[in-house]
């Protein structure tokens, strides 16, 4: 009788250890994908009414900004400070063509996005110049 409870004390232990394991175990990887508190998201870097690019991919590295104050629609705008942007945010209220090419040449990719709020991470190719359409 003695062998049943060892045995099921052991039992009831283990269990309770992999069920402590995988809750810290879970609260570990909800922890870990949280975004970093340095680093504003792309909704907070870049306002209402702006285009914005960033040099690097998820939203780092040099930021430029485009609106309507400095951007005429549909005229093809290089973007500042040569900037070459890995990935991007249209808030604009408008569509806005992302090109390759820096002067806006169809023979390189480019693609358009809808706005307000077309969140791009990983651009699918680097953007050097952009249109925003009327």
Not at 64 to 87: F, I
Request: include cysteine; charge should be neutral.
């Amino acid at each position: 009788m003695a062998r049943f409870f060892s045995h099921s004390r052991s039992r009831a232990l283990r269990a309770a250890t992999l069920t402590a394991l995988a809750f810290l175990g879970g609260a570990g990887s909800t922890h870990a994908s949280t975004p970093s508190a340095r680093t504003p998201p792309p909704e907070f870097a870049c306002a209402q009414g702006e285009f914005c690019g960033w040099s690097g991919e998820f939203y780092g590295g040099r930021l430029a900004r485009l609106d309507l104050r400095n951007t005429n629609p549909e005229e093809c705008v290089t973007l500042p400070k040569e900037l070459e942007a890995h990935s991007f945010a249209n808030r604009i209220d408008r569509h806005v063509t992302v090109y390759q090419d820096s002067a806006c040449a169809t023979e390189g990719d480019f693609t358009t996005y809808p706005g307000p709020g077309t969140f791009v991470p990983q651009a699918p190719f680097v953007v050097r110049a952009v249109q925003i359409w009327d």
